[in-house]
């Protein structure tokens, strides 16, 4: 089972992005996908989540109304939206699957990881 990241890099001040995390050899299905960042000096910070099952989105309050998380489970894929950019959001952004208990925005209770793609705005 892999996670793997896409769609991180260098953009403005009030501009947009689009992080993509895609799951291969995966055999079962995960009920939850998540969105963390670290910032330098920070711990790990879950930002967004989604029940696969269900659809429920999850976020932090830092994000919402600015970011979005979707999911197309045909591609395997979880995307997050990323609007109205500022410095702050400046972080290592990390895929997670496979929650353990459902504190989804939790980061100790996720199994698997994927590997991160930087966001830098500024």
């Known amino acids: 089972v892999q996670l793997v990241e896409s769609g991180g890099g260098s953009v403005q001040v009030g501009g947009t992005l689009r992080l993509s995390c895609t799951a291969s050899?995966?055999?079962?299905?995960?009920?939850?996908l998540a969105w963390f960042r670290q910032r330098p000096g920070k711990s790990r910070e879950g930002i967004a989540a989604?029940?696969?099952?269900?659809?429920?989105?999850y976020y932090a309050g830092s994000v919402k109304l600015r970011f979005a998380i979707s999911l197309d489970s045909a591609k395997r894929t979880v995307y997050l939206d990323m609007n109205s950019l500022s410095p702050e959001d400046t972080a290592v952004h990390y895929c997670?699957?496979?929650?353990?208990?459902?504190?989804?925005?939790?980061?100790?209770?996720?199994?698997?990881w994927g590997q991160g793609t930087q966001v830098t705005v500024s």
């Open positions: 050899g995966y055999t079962y299905s995960t009920n939850a």
């Open positions: 989604i029940d696969t099952q269900s659809g429920s989105t």
């Open positions: 997670a699957a496979d929650l353990r208990s459902w504190y989804p925005l939790t980061a100790a209770e996720y199994n698997i």
